[in-house]
């Protein structure tokens, strides 16, 4: 297994002590999963772990995925393992090769690669259906003609035992008849269905008898027409880790109560490998949906604009909003493994987005809301250089500077409140990386709207300060003649709610503000980015060069985050 050559360096996924009280610790700073892994290792019972990612491809992939991606490849890498990426795709009618294709490209961006080629349930059919005919011979299967209505009631209730369907003790030869009926189409959908035969009475439902497949007549976008019954996911999902060896089967806690009937079926059939399922927590985060049919909702609805809109969870939306690989890997890392429910304060994944930003993430000024200023004794125009980053060396830009520019119309005050550092009438403020300037007049329009300052240079204040005076405020700002007007396009967070799933409809939990639009204007290097290339303007925050929209003749760029830390790391 190896990083994808497109990604950047590798994580660092052994846990250190930063992430250690979020851990579920067993020994030696190891989660519990590592520590299982480390044990089976040392005791000889695996001599290399496989894992797998098993998505279903019914939408894109969203943070809890990115929290899964990383454990199942993280532990695969650092014990020298493989991890497979297989579809899930036992459900046709919800999936699509579009899906497909983005989860591959999701994963690749995070930064991991799989082992082989991309895998599917559906390739393991023929198998599957062999092992459910071995079944039906054996007597640990058989087809139910009970309507679902009926098997629904016949399965008892969390106080109370199921009732054994009528075709329960029907024999083999029966069984294999009615199977090969099913198979062949000559039922319709939820007519028959093959289940297991484990306990009707057991106190864990999901060992009432099974549904182990049902008929679809659904086109399948891989196996196409050959199908027209399919397994069902707590038949298919064991076996298919059993086909592809795969020694540890993580998934979340919700299929703890499944995994009675995943042991089950590994027994009852015979296979080589002998997989085992640990449980661990989902990822939770607060003001985030984490749900693939809620965020599909979302997108269908034309809430926002599609899967890779940024202010979607998805990895297509934080990639386009520019959140990097590095700081997502980071952020699942700090959040830990355990058993432990809980929610995850968003401010974290902000905070490990600005610091992957922070070193590397050039320097550049953009004013959102430009209002003119004139500097009516500058000489001549001129060209200043600076660094691109205060402390990595990122090489020099040029800034040019005229006797018009741009400051943002927030850093001007006539009426300043109280504790403002930046210009007022008559007031001093210095440009950043330029001179100090002075306000000598407002010109405002009929309405009595600002629309120009006029001010003069300080000439002695070149890289040095004002000789007798301080001037404490810094302003951005950008060169009229040669600064160039752009989008920019500033997000907050989709939801207004910390519990977006709140009350019966998530739609009212929206924040109605998610997105505003600006008119900028950007210092002319901005103009020559790429797509994707993320920098920090000048007191405003990170962004990015937007991946679909940008263009050099019509820069567009979106607000990754901005400067504030609201999370402070323990
Ligand atoms: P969703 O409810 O959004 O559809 P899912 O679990 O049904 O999620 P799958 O495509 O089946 O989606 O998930 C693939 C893998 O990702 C599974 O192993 C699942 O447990 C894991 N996963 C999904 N959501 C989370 C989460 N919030 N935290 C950790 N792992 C997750
Ligand atoms: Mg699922």
């Known amino acids: 297994m190896k990083p994808n050559d497109a990604a950047t360096a590798m994580p660092d996924l052994t846990p250190t002590s930063s992430n250690a009280p979020q851990q579920q610790q067993a020994q030696a700073g190891l989660d519990f999963i590592r520590q299982i892994i480390a044990d089976d290792l040392a005791s000889g019972k695996h001599s290399q772990i496989v894992s797998r990612f098993p998505p279903e491809p019914n939408g894109y992939l969203h943070l809890g995925h990115v929290k899964s991606i990383c454990l199942n490849f993280g532990v695969a890498l650092e014990n020298w393992g493989l991890c497979n990426l297989r579809l899930d795709d036992t459900n046709p009618s919800a999936e699509k090769q579009e899906y497909v294709d983005n989860i591959k490209n999701d994963i690749h961006w995070l930064g991991f690669d799989w082992n082989g080629e991309i895998r599917y349930a559906s390739s393991y059919f023929d198998q599957l259906y062999a092992w459910a005919i071995q079944l039906i011979e054996q007597g640990d299967a058989y087809v139910d003609l009970q309507t679902p209505e009926q098997i ?320 404490k405020g810094v302003i951005h700002w950008v060169d009229s003649a040669q600064g160039v007007p752009a989008e920019v396009r500033v997000y907050e967070r989709l939801f207004a709610n910390a519990n977006p799933e709140f009350g019966d409809d998530f739609l009212q939990n929206l924040n109605p503000d998610s997105v505003k639009i600006f008119q900028a204007v950007v210092e002319p290097s901005l103009a020559q980015a790429n797509t994707g290339d993320r920098f920090q303007f000048e007191r405003e925050g990170y962004f990015v060069a937007d991946e679909k929209d940008f263009t050099t003749d019509k820069p567009v760029f979106n607000r990754i985050l901005d400067l504030r830390d609201s999370y402070k790391p323990s």
């Not at 490990?352 to 930003?357: A, E």
């Not at 520019?405 to 927030?410: A, E, G, P, R, T």
């Open 152 to 471: 629904k009631l016949n399965r008892g209730s969390f106080t109370e035992a199921g009732t054994n369907s009528p075709n329960r003790d029907q024999s083999v030869a029966e069984n294999l008849k009615l199977f090969e009926k099913m198979r062949t189409g000559g039922f319709d959908e939820g007519a028959a269905v093959l289940r297991a035969k484990v306990d009707m009475t057991s106190p864990n439902v999901h060992l009432r008898d099974p549904i182990l497949y049902r008929v679809l007549k659904a086109h399948h976008h891989q196996t196409g027409d050959k199908w027209c019954i399919y397994p069902m996911y707590d038949y298919a999902h064991p076996l298919s880790d059993a086909i592809e060896g795969i020694t540890h089967s993580l998934c979340t806690l919700e299929f703890e109560d499944h995994r009675p009937f995943y042991e089950w079926i590994i027994a009852k059939v015979d296979t080589k490998a002998k997989p085992r399922q640990i449980e661990f927590s989902r990822l939770n985060v607060d003001y985030t949906l984490t749900s693939k049919r809620k965020l599909k909702k979302l997108v269908d609805e034309n809430v926002v604009q599609g899967w890779d809109d940024p202010r979607m969870p998805t990895v297509a939306g934080m990639r386009r909003r520019g959140f990097t690989p590095e700081g997502l890997r980071d952020f699942c890392q700090r959040t830990g493994v355990s058993k432990a429910d809980g929610v995850v304060d968003i401010g974290l994944l902000e905070f490990c987005i600005r610091q992957s930003l922070e070193n590397t993430a050039p320097r550049a000024m953009a004013v959102l809301n430009p209002l003119k200023v004139t500097l009516t004794n500058l000489p001549e125009s001129l060209t200043l250089h600076h660094s691109r980053h205060p402390n990595v060396d990122m090489g020099e830009r040029d800034i040019p500077l005229s006797s018009t520019i741009y400051i943002d119309k927030n850093d001007f005050a006539e009426v300043p409140p109280k504790g403002f550092k930046r210009l007022i009438p008559d007031g001093e403020v210095r440009l950043r990386h330029a001179y100090v300037i002075k306000c000598n007049e407002v010109v405002k329009d009929q309405n009595g709207e600002i629309i120009e300052l006029k001010c003069t240079i300080d000439p002695d204040t070149l890289g040095k300060n004002p000789e007798g005076r301080k001037v």
